[in-house]
């Protein structure tokens, strides 16, 4: 392995918005000793063991040991974790089946780097079982089940380097564990959140000569690719599965409730009922975050800068105001918006005692954090990722995260709309790999609808639902083949 | 006036999916002594006038005599209907005031196809008084408001030809009186549903030479100008206002709830609590239907032919079923669809006594009501748009508007969404009219981002909301002009 | 008949809070030409006759002429809309299949005041089937189907003494019909709001002397009932039918969408969503209508006096004020609290232009109305139970029904819970009339909870629902009879 | 200290629903890692000390001994706990503020028995605030929070015997340790469950002589005091806490959402939408349940005995069946019926691979579980309270907490409705330990209407609520004193 310095990839993080929070703040995590991340999954016990992974030579039971994790011992409870998983996502387990006797990744070479969870794992494991060798790094620093890699380390069919509460070095030196082998290259990646797809862009872009095709998930990756594919950059066709059709909805359905139960998760003794709520920003976050603190009856207030969305607030029956209109008498203040200062000190002096401050939205800057680290304000950790932030006279500000986005894409999104997305990765993967010479340009796709429409039809079983077919008179009075494409490809 | 045979478009008429009826039906509606179209609303008498307004020589208190409407008497009553929707239309007025000293429609000639409501009333007189002359025909047969036509033909500033209850004939006469006048062009279209747009394509081509562009709020009628642009045929630039973002966000809030309140009027002493009801079709008007019946405590069963949104009725709790599994326990069936023969004779067979049937979709074929048109049957009204349909065992079927697709468009939907489709045509008007040669193409466009916001910036007053404005920094990490567009063009 | 002297009860009728409006307001509503209660199901026209029913003679065609309707021809009509209500009051006509054997009110001579709709139609002939005789006054001036009156007229099972648009002094006159005869005298009462019951007790107190015992349904009605009770002067058993349990939970369900919906029907064109509301009084009835306008999208505000339903609404989400902090800003008031001058003139003064005022509380008293009928002040009726008033600077206030009572009782209500109450009413009548001596003392009582669960039971076919028997094992560890009752008699 | 053997009372146990789970299963409960009793709170490091608390001797840093807990150095995280409590319960503060110069609880020597939370905790230090001793017990083995034992001990004014995981023998001992004291007899008993009462009842009959009264919290104490009443077996005045009006309306609006969340949180990877689940009894727990579960688009069945409640359930839109009709279908079965054996053997056979099956009611024996306990089945744990049973052929049932009722009132509560309970328990507390002789018999009472609106009240600010004054005049209309009771005592 060639030697690499993995300390100056800090500067350049800090300009990204990215998953990972400062180093400061890991240190600061890993302290705590009850990290609610963990939930009601985790089996590790994180205590006794100081070891870093790096450290630790460990190998499975077949004497295999390219993989680095935390406690390869904990294999059996990640593997019951699998199982569960399995159970829920059929549509996966179906085209395992389906595909298994073509074989149709034979040959590909993944490189991966998703949240390393018992949902990630089915998908692995399938992608293995369509042929293909993987490699995988973890997409967070945090989010990683130690036991679930423990058991895909076992199973020995993907290599994982990956554990929960990396530092920021481990990060990337474990991103580089997977890409940079020898006698091994890359042929396809499955990205989310464009880390993996950034490092190869650094550090090997040659690679990219063998690589038929990204899959990225996350809004953030695909914005990357489409700027690459902007700038001429882009040098192999992405898939972007995040806008997919099928995926698209059902994580619309997720994300109306999720802001809303995270938050509670986080502070589980607080009462919505009554309380006074600004959420500042009416996107797709906000909407679901107004939606969802309605129908527990809080009293929500929205601030807007596009007339559009302002409208919509209103005509939803939200009460559109500046935020310093209602800065001093609300509980609990959300920001939901992509930009940057939305709430800064001098709206964080006039908060009143007790008040919650956290960040829905897409940047790391939308509450200015900084001014608050001023020897005036004294801080103190509560609980893990909840600070309380005290003024001199006594108010206490109750910052969740350290304003940080609060991670919604692991904790609370069940299963099966995991395993809607995941089809969806492991179709493109197939498509991608299959694809004849020329039909796919150095740009960012779409999933095509039919197989949008394929994805969909494997879920179904689950509803026992039953789909009404065209009779021929019908799909002619409709243009419609009968078998699909149903909707044309730009249909929302 | 040149003279045209009218009764040869009902042939042509009846292959297009459109808003009149057949001339049997409108003949047995206007037996019907209770129409329940003309709500709490409308004071017309209509019972004791029996001449056809074609046949009556009316004149304004001007003497002017260019329109042809049921009852100039009835002039009051309407310029009251007027003065109230003036006052949830807040943005049209304030329209008329901004521009008003420029007149941005000087020497504007418009051809209007609407509904002919106080709410469009207002939008008329807001054309006149940006300096445009208008001319206007209803686009429905049965949506007039015989006063507010009165008041607009006494205001002397629109020359109105509509009256509610035309015959199909009357129906294209109106129009061709728009059109077809001596030493007067039209330069400007505002239509709703095509039916003008048709007429002018069919009679008067050459007119297109003078016409400036197209101003089309339907589904319809933007559908068919999109097939009009693909086959090379469309000469003149058109704006399509129903997929404005402002139009279609606020028309989809209030959606969800029309349907179902829509058939609440119709039948009213039906409870919706506990009914079993089964929607063909999870569109967006069944998911709205779908949502609303939900929410009134309906059990809800979905029929779909496409795997995507048959996901997503299951995601969103409603089962996917084959309409013959619960044609027999269903208490209503609705379909929308916007297929045909979605319900047929063997299906109606089977329903159980005291089933509804009826159609929100977008074709009046869903429901095949021409094969209950058979002697063992009977047909009994019971109320207007309300008929039983008898078995001879006694089974009786209640078939809402003989299966024709509900008239959502007029009746429930609030004055204020309807201000923003009508602001939105005001300026789509004045943005064609105004153009500079060769900005817009024969072809189908969109409002500009910008204007859309503005549009939206002119309704946030009435609910006394206030929009943030971004600092320089905060644009310039948007990479944002601070007064807009803030969204893309092609944002949804 | 003996001669009496109707017009001596109007001062008397000022002091309760009854269902009767002012006789000034009668006449000026009986000169508007729509009026919205007539609503889809109405064949009356009422226009072009302006004889008084009293000054009538009519005969149904078996030559009776023992009663007093606007038009006997209208019966065929009538027939018709009894017959659709039949169909979704299949619990009435279950009980009367399997009581007819056996007639239980053979005998039985009630007269009834209730509203003479369809719903009562079916429930007076389902008493007649029964074995009894019925005389029947209208509960409302205004909510008599002068079609169904008809109809009972002509099957000349019930003589009815009602039609739409009655004076105060008609209103007594028709009771005083039913009372009043010749060699008949009523042994049971069947009453809505006491006033039937009032004026036997004023006129004809010797009748109670073979009257063995009232049913009544209303709240006020029942409440007048307890304090007769009170003070030692009720004669009879009473039967409170109102809060009966199931009665009381099919009604709570309803009452949750009436009030907006019925707000809905007065004004047609307003939308909610964003509108500001306050809703004086947190009860049952301010409940229902905070929550119906949330789910519409408005923003409510609630005033309270009571520190418990304070609170309530307070963890429900509703922002607690005095009426004072919001008046200014709000776009609608509503008032529900069964107190008196809750909104005065003073608040009247400051609300905004088009600000609409109305009242769902329980009396008549809640606006003060009579302020507003001062010189400066301009009253403009703009539709039925609409009236503009206008302050000298041009604001208007919307007022709906003149500040009274929006009725609530005839125009939302399904017929399937009308069915509820019916069949209830049938029940208690047939318990009071075969009840052994001494079973019932002069109190007012409750149906027996057994009997409340057969009612329940009766309507459970429609619902094609299923009920669980218990098991004897069961039955023993819970105490109970297998058949019920299941609850004992204090539950709610 | 007497010496007493408590293993007897085991079989006793058994006869009563407690909350206590068998022996057996407490301690296959405490070989799980993963208790996600815990939830975000607990700092408790339970692996590694596995000595019993009893044979610990600890001493707080005044030198006093007399507690038993797990460890008194957790103090510290302990007492943070209770400050973020205080911040969510402002009315016992301003109580204790209020009273504290008078302190109206001197002399009062209260013996508790509750949920040791830091809520909890928060009363405890009031009632010493207000003059009390305490001493203290649990009255569930499993929801201790053994830092907040700590702080309490600590503090050194309540002597608290109680530690998470106690044995059923432990769990009476600790009671027992709380009354059977040298030189200190208690004068009030706080009971949550009654286990307290009922050990008193049993081994100490004569403190009755000495006891002012007893206040009881829960339903199932409540339901034995008012068994003890009418067998005229009560020796002291009690009160219901449960059934005061404030608490009741508060714990409702709780109980919509818990349930579902309780659930959900135990199975975390769960998608609830379209998830066909049956939920049996549709009383105040079912409805609850049904409710949140539609909310979140899951497909309810309900199967019900009481017409009553059946129909309720009906027109709210939830078909009815017989468990046998969907067994085979259901995603998920819930309990809540209060009876026994509403799940058994033959549903479970028939339950289709992956079925959910929980218990919500009131007693353990809804499920029968023991008729899972057959050689041909293999119990596998997943997780905490989590089961997977196993058919030989392969199909899993998912068992949650072993069929015993899912505890809903320590881990989902906020801290809001805790207050509203406590502050409630301490004003009766108040009230029956002040009381003039005769005011209270013995026999069951609930607080005061106007004790009832001081809870209430004294949690407005909260809020930042305005409460109406009534004007003299509306109070002689109503008829009501100014200052409350607003409603009179039967008011629900």
Chains 1, 2, 3, 4 share one sequence.
């Not at 400062?22 to 009601?40: G, N």
């Not at 000190?345 to 608050?372: A, F, P, Q, Y």
């Amino acid at each position: 392995m060639k030697k690499i310095q993995f300390a100056d990839q800090k500067q350049e993080f800090n300009k990204r918005p990215s998953k990972i929070g400062r180093r400061s703040l890991s240190r600061s995590i890993s302290q705590s000793s009850t990290d609610s991340y963990s939930s009601a999954a985790s089996y590790t016990d994180s205590s006794d063991d100081e070891t870093s992974p790096r450290d630790k030579q460990q190998k499975n039971s077949k004497g295999n040991g390219d993989f680095c994790i935390k406690n390869i011992k904990q294999a059996d409870f990640g593997r019951r974790e699998i199982e569960i998983a399995e159970q829920e996502m059929p549509a996966l387990m179906a085209l395992r089946k389906r595909a298994q006797g073509e074989k149709p990744l034979a040959g590909a070479k993944i490189v991966g780097c998703t949240h390393i969870t018992a949902q990630t794992a089915v998908l692995m494991e399938t992608l293995s079982a369509l042929g293909a060798q993987c490699r995988w790094a973890a997409c967070n620093i945090y989010s990683t089940q130690n036991e679930v890699a423990a058991a895909l380390a076992e199973g020995g069919e993907a290599h994982v380097f990956a554990w929960k509460g990396e530092s920021e070095d481990d990060f990337w030196w474990c991103i580089d564990r997977c890409v940079n082998v020898e006698g091994w290259q890359p042929n396809m990646i499955l990205d989310d959140g464009g880390d993996l797809t950034h490092w190869i862009y650094k550090k090997y872009p040659s690679m990219f000569k063998k690589i038929k095709g990204i899959v990225e998930e996350s809004v953030t990756g695909v914005h990357r690719l489409y700027q690459l594919s902007k700038a001429g950059k882009l040098c192999v066709p992405a898939m972007n599965v995040n806008d997919s059709l099928v995926v698209f909805n059902n994580m619309q359905c997720c994300k109306v409730n999720t802001p809303a139960s995270t938050l509670l998760k986080r502070t589980t003794d607080v009462m919505f009922g009554g309380k006074q709520v600004v959420v500042c920003g009416y996107g797709e976050v906000g909407k679901g975050c107004c939606a969802a603190l309605k129908a527990m009856g809080s009293i929500v207030y929205v601030t807007e800068i596009d007339p559009i969305c302002a409208l919509q607030a209103c005509m939803d029956g939200f009460r559109l105001v500046k935020l310093t209109e209602v800065i001093r008498q609300v509980d609990i203040v959300i920001t939901c918006t992509g930009n940057k200062n939305v709430v800064v000190r001098e709206n964080l002096d006039r908060m009143k005692n007790g008040c919650i401050v956290c960040n829905m939205g897409h940047s790391n800057t939308e509450i200015d954090v900084s001014s608050l680290r001023t020897p005036e304000l004294t801080w103190e950790r509560v609980r893990s990722q909840v600070d309380h932030v005290i003024w001199p006279d006594g108010k206490r500000i109750v910052l969740l995260a350290e304003g940080r986005l609060l991670n919604l894409s692991c904790s609370t999104v069940p299963t099966f709309v995991l395993s809607i997305t995941a089809t969806t990765q492991a179709l493109a993967l197939i498509e991608l790999y299959n694809a004849p010479e020329g039909r796919y340009k150095q740009d960012v796709y779409l999933l095509p609808k039919k197989m949008d429409e394929y994805v969909a039809s494997l879920h179904l079983p689950t509803f026992d639902a039953h789909l009404t077919e065209l009779s021929d008179e019908q799909a002619k009075y409709l243009g419609l083949n009968k078998n699909g494409p149903f909707k044309p490809n730009y249909y929302r």
